[in-house]
């Protein structure tokens, strides 16, 4: 029995894009350029990532009782459809869909289950995806999942393009790692050209403060006034990059029911009800399926009134007044003032 062709064949039958095998080794390259990007400042915020580059470039130490990574792409892609109207904001396509991270685990849980059953005896394994202490980046590009492309996200062959989450199930199998696979932008630097807040700062390095992304999701505190206006209308995250990439115009839709947007909260969401979530509690309730719980309600009623004051829909300078009539949070009051401001 081919132990690839199995792992392929159950990979595929699942439905993910793309399945290689990573090393275990350390990634003494990849750790090297990771601490030249936090030292360059680029980490902004997250203090999470700061804390030990050695761990996220030691696959082994994350399971030591595995021999190798299954590492599987698996394609989010869904069409837009016109916003609803002005009172929307954007929400970026990994996030329209489920939760992700619950998705993606349950589904590799299920590749272990049934490769267990096709080889007959029990697998030691763990799945991983995102919030994990692993650079999954520089992983799977030294795995062969595809190439790192200037906006640092990892392209995949045969145009399967970059809205593709990584995920990995580590497991006791020992199986021949698979080579890189060489893929270039060659002189393009589109994504680096139109990123609204020039967030790319040379060919492959993101400043994730100024990247709208960290701006609406991972930045707990307020969105500087002077890029304010990049976000234009994103209230969850940021596609711009992705949009622009020749690898990206024609990408395949995924066929995961799981990532539809008729699933999750969609491609746009209702600004003014966003103000109308007046505790933690509702947020948690409305958006507990949903990758945009992340920032929380503070962070993502800032996202909406920022988006707001960008597009200054009819009616929303009323819905900012009833705002500051009862909230207290003086970050979110200096924000409904600056949108009240924009009319
Ligand atoms: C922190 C983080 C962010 C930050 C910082 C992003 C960044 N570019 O660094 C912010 C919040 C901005 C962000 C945004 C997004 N993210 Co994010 N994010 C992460 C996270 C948690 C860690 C990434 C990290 O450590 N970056 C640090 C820097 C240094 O990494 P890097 O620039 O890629 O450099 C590495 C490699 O490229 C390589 N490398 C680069 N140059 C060189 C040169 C040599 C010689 C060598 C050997 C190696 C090498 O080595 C470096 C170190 O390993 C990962 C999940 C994870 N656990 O890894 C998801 C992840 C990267 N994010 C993801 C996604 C989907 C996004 C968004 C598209 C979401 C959105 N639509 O809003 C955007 C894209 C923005 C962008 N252009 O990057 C996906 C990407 C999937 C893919 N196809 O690549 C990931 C992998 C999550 C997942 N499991 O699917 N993200
Ligand atoms: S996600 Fe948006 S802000 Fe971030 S690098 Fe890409 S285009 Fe720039
Ligand atoms: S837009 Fe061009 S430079 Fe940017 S990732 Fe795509 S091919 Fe590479």
């Known amino acids: 029995m081919n132990l690839k062709v199995v792992i392929s064949e159950v990979s595929e039958s699942l439905g993910f894009a793309r399945c290689v095998i990573g090393s275990l080794e350390p990634m003494e390259a990849e750790r090297a350029e990771f601490e030249r990007w ?76 049934q490769l267990e059953t096709k080889l007959g005896r029990p697998l030691i394994g763990k799945a991983y995806t995102d919030d994990v202490a692993l650079l999954e980046q520089g992983f799977a590009a030294r795995s062969g999942l595809g190439f790192t492309g200037k906006h640092t996200l990892i392209i995949g062959p045969k145009m399967l393009g970059s809205y593709n989450f990584i995920a990995e199930l580590f497991t006791d199998l020992e199986i021949e790692p698979d080579e890189k696979y060489q893929g270039t932008c060659g002189q393009c630097f589109r994504c680096g050209n139109i990123c609204p807040t020039k967030a790319i700062v040379d060919s492959g390095t993101v400043d994730a403060g100024l990247c709208i992304s960290y701006l609406t999701i991972e930045n707990k ?56 979530i007046k505790t933690d509690e509702t947020f948690h309730e409305r958006f507990v399926r949903s990758a945009v719980r992340r920032p929380k309600r503070r962070g993502m009623l800032r996202n909406a009134l920022v988006v707001i004051g960008n597009k200054r829909p009819a009616g929303g300078a009323d819905k900012i007044r009833q705002f500051l009539d009862y909230e207290e949070d003086p970050m979110l009051c200096e924000h409904a003032k600056w949108a009240l401001a924009q009319y």
Not at 51 to 63: E, I, V
Not at 77 to 87: F, Q
Not at 255 to 274: C, M, S, T, Y
Request: hydrophobic share 35%; charged share 20%.
């Open 221 to 276: 505190g307020g969105i500087p006034v002077e890029m304010r206006k990049s976000l234009g209308d994103w209230v969850f995250g940021c596609d711009v990059c992705q949009e622009v990439c020749p690898y990206n115009q024609r990408p395949p839709v995924t066929q995961w029911k799981e990532f539809q947007p008729e699933l999750g909260v969609g491609h746009h969401i209702d600004l003014f009800d966003l103000l109308e």
């Open 38 to 113: 936090l030292a360059r400042g680029y980490a902004a915020g997250m203090e999470y990532l700061k804390r030990n580059p050695h761990f996220r470039t030691s696959p082994q130490l994350l399971y030591p009782s595995a021999r190798s990574a299954i590492v599987v792409s698996a394609g989010y892609y869904t069409e837009v459809p016109p916003s609803p109207g002005d009172h929307y904001g954007r929400v970026a396509r990994y996030a329209v869909g489920l939760d992700y991270h619950v998705v993606l685990r349950a589904k590799l849980r299920e590749l272990k289950t």
